[in-house]
């Protein structure tokens, strides 16, 4: 939950007040134009950045805090990945740092390499990987501690179509098991999968709602024209 969010760098504000209550088990989109503060937004929601203003909770706990961290799953807009380890071993250093172990740790990677389609290449190392298999294996990552949040900024950049449709198949289960998700695209197909999207634009949350919601309150026939009428750019 955010109540009254601000920051900023320098004299520039990026954010401006911004409230907002995700619920527990929704996929909410973040949608704006390349600029407008969804990164910013995300990494204050980690606590990975600090706000200037404004209280942010996640799950029941003041942010930043430590024990958070193990209830979250992040994937950053950069790959984080070690490009001398393969697939595998990358799982399993970052599975440590979750306290992952034996077989539960091997059932998880097994688990998360499947559900990014990267069974074949666990053994290859990261640094042969395409763009799109690397976005990949952050995905897995994320989620191989079966996080509570699930926070992704742009998951499917530099994903082809088809994996991109399996990718979202398993954020869809994921939400069915219960998990909350929280992303970030530019994708207007993806926005529409979302149970609510907020609209940010210059640091302002400008609408928030169901697509469905957003689309009929603007007499928009797609979530591209709702954004539009609702003063976003194509983004
Ligand atoms: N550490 C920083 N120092 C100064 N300015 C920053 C910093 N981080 C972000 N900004 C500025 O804040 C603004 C918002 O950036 P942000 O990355 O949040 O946008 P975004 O909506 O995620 O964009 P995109 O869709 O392109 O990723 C940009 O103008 C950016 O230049």
Same mark, same amino acid.
């Given at each position: 939950?955010?109540?009254?969010?601000?920051?900023?760098?320098?004299?520039?504000?990026?954010?401006?007040?911004?409230?907002?209550?995700?619920?527990?088990?929704?996929?909410?989109?973040?949608?704006?134009?390349?600029?407008?503060?969804?990164?910013?937004?995300?990494?204050?929601?980690?606590?990975?950045?600090?706000?200037?203003?404004?209280?942010?909770?996640?799950?029941?706990?003041?942010?930043?805090?430590?024990?958070?961290?193990?209830?979250?799953?992040?994937?950053?807009?950069?790959?984080?990945?070690?490009?001398?380890?393969?697939?595998?071993?990358?799982?399993?250093?970052?599975?440590?740092?979750?306290?992952?172990?034996?077989?539960?740790?091997?059932?998880?990677?097994?688990?998360?390499?499947?559900?990014?389609?990267?069974?074949?290449?666990?053994?290859?190392?990261?640094?042969?990987?395409?763009?799109?298999?690397?976005?990949?294996?952050?995905?897995?990552?994320?989620?191989?501690?079966?996080?509570? *949040? @699930?926070? !992704?900024? +742009?998951?499917?950049?530099? /994903?082809?179509?088809?994996?991109? $449709?399996?990718?979202? %198949?398993? *954020? @869809?289960? !994921?939400? +069915?098991?219960?998990?909350? /998700?929280?992303?970030?695209?530019? $994708?207007?197909?993806? %926005?529409?999968?979302?149970?609510?999207?907020?609209?940010?634009?210059?640091?302002?949350?400008?609408?928030?709602?169901?697509?469905? %919601?957003?689309?009929?309150?603007?007499?928009?026939?797609?979530?591209?024209?709702?954004?539009?009428?609702?003063?976003?750019?194509?983004?």
């Amino acid at each position: 939950m955010l109540e009254g969010v601000s920051r900023s760098f320098g004299n520039r504000p990026i954010l401006k007040e911004i409230s907002l209550r995700i619920r527990r088990g929704e996929l909410f989109g973040l949608l704006g134009p390349s600029g407008s503060g969804k990164t910013t937004l995300i990494k204050l929601i980690t606590g990975i950045d600090a706000a200037d203003g404004g209280r942010i909770t996640v799950l029941g706990n003041l942010v930043p805090s430590l024990p958070l961290l193990g209830k979250i799953g992040y994937m950053a807009q950069s790959d984080a990945l070690y490009g001398e380890l393969t697939a595998k071993e990358n799982l399993m250093f970052f599975g440590a740092m979750f306290e992952l172990r034996g077989a539960r740790l091997a059932e998880r990677i097994g688990d998360a390499l499947a559900t990014v389609g990267l069974t074949q290449d666990a053994g290859k190392l990261v640094s042969r990987f395409s763009g799109g298999m690397k976005r990949r294996l952050s995905l897995a990552v994320a989620l191989l501690h079966e996080p509570e *949040l @699930l926070i !992704l900024d +742009e998951p499917t950049v530099g /994903i082809d179509p088809a994996l991109r $449709v399996s990718i979202w %198949a398993s *954020l @869809l289960a !994921l939400r +069915e098991r219960g998990t909350t /998700i929280l992303l970030t695209t530019h $994708v207007m197909d993806e %926005a529409e999968r979302c149970d609510r999207i907020g609209l940010i634009r210059d640091g302002s949350l400008t609408a928030v709602g169901s697509p469905a %919601a957003l689309k009929a309150n603007t007499g928009a026939a797609t979530i591209e024209e709702a954004f539009i009428r609702l003063g976003g750019d194509r983004s």
